[in-house]
């Protein structure tokens, strides 16, 4: 069968960094950049796009540093004039700010996308959520969607954020912004993953839920082309993103919606892959995006609820192979639980999962 959907995930550390095209007869493939990674995955990304910087659509799901630091060079450099819209809700798309776009306010990627080129009526900022009418890329209340059709391409349903989580954006944007641009303050220590035995106890663990505020306002996709089927997580709260592939499943008559792969939202957190948002869209793959460093993601926890609450032979991707991830290949764990494990081919690459058209 044809590929209908190719992801790459870029290596981009803790963060993320994704490549989607849709493939298309007799044309070339709709492409969109989900984020850059923190701000030393520029050259990687740069690199990547230099040959072919067609986009789409280029989207920054949220504003955290592993999110944001690449995609704020990207949207200052030549590249970005090749990018058909830019979706990202800032600050004159949440709720009470009002619509001032000032590059005064020192905003490092509204200045990007708000600067002399787009008074001019050129580059990005001309395209900004151009497929939303300009404005706040908003589901509305929990269990709400979007959709955006694209002619001979992809279906793309926006699954989060809702007004509720832009709201609370909104009463700390600047600080929010602030966090981001310095990047993160912890780090967790040298990480020695214990062995994996049993599964359940891990995935039964009782485990709070996210609460980082620019979290909840991540853009959360669904991907359909051709038969294929593609979520893309972000950091979005696995609440509102199980709520959002619900909304989904019953406007189809459904009581879940199966999709051919998940890219795991907050890189494979325990706060954000929840059991009851396994359930929700049940996957044939599941994608983690992190090498571990500083917050030492995947977490256990949210892997196990992968391995058992998933439909029976899952695949584990990982764009890193490491001490953390690599425990997961181990035979007897994979023949005990049945699933398997794609890494890298080469070190230093990312990963690319293809899925296959169907009717």
Known sequence: MATAIRLEVLPAR??????????????????????????????????RLAPDPRLDVAVITHIDSDHIGGMIPYLQSPLAAHAADVWFNGRPHLPGLGTTRSVAQGESVIAALAGPAARAGTGPAARWNAAFGGGAI???????????????????????????RLTALATLWAAALDDARRGPADDLGVDTPPPLSDLEPLADAATGKDGSVPNGASIALLVEHRGASLVLGADAYGTVLGAG???????????????????????????????????????????????????????????ARVVLHAPPGPTLWFNYDNARTRRWADSDLRARYGY????????????????????
């Open 340 to 359: 398997d494990v794609r890494y890298p081919t080469t070190p230093g690459d990312g990963i690319v999962l293809e899925l296959e058209e169907r009717a």
């Open 14 to 47: 803790q963060g993320d960094c994704l490549l989607v095209e849709c493939l298309r007869d007799g044309a070339e493939p709709w492409r969109m950049l989900l984020d850059g990674g923190p701000p030393d995955t520029w050259p990687l990304l740069e690199a």
């Open 138 to 164: 908003d589901t509305g209340e929990e269990g709400g969607y979007l959709e955006h059709v694209v002619p001979d391409g992809p279906r793309i349903t926006v699954l989060s954020p809702t007004t509720k």
């Open 245 to 303: 592939l619900k909304g989904v499943a019953a406007a189809r008559g459904l009581d879940s919606l199966p999709v051919d792969a998940f890219k795991l939202p907050h890189h494979g957190s325990k706060g954000n892959v929840l059991r009851a948002l396994v359930a929700a869209a049940p996957a044939r793959h599941y994608v983690v995006s992190s090498n571990g460093d500083l917050f030492h993601h995947p977490d256990d926890q949210a892997v």
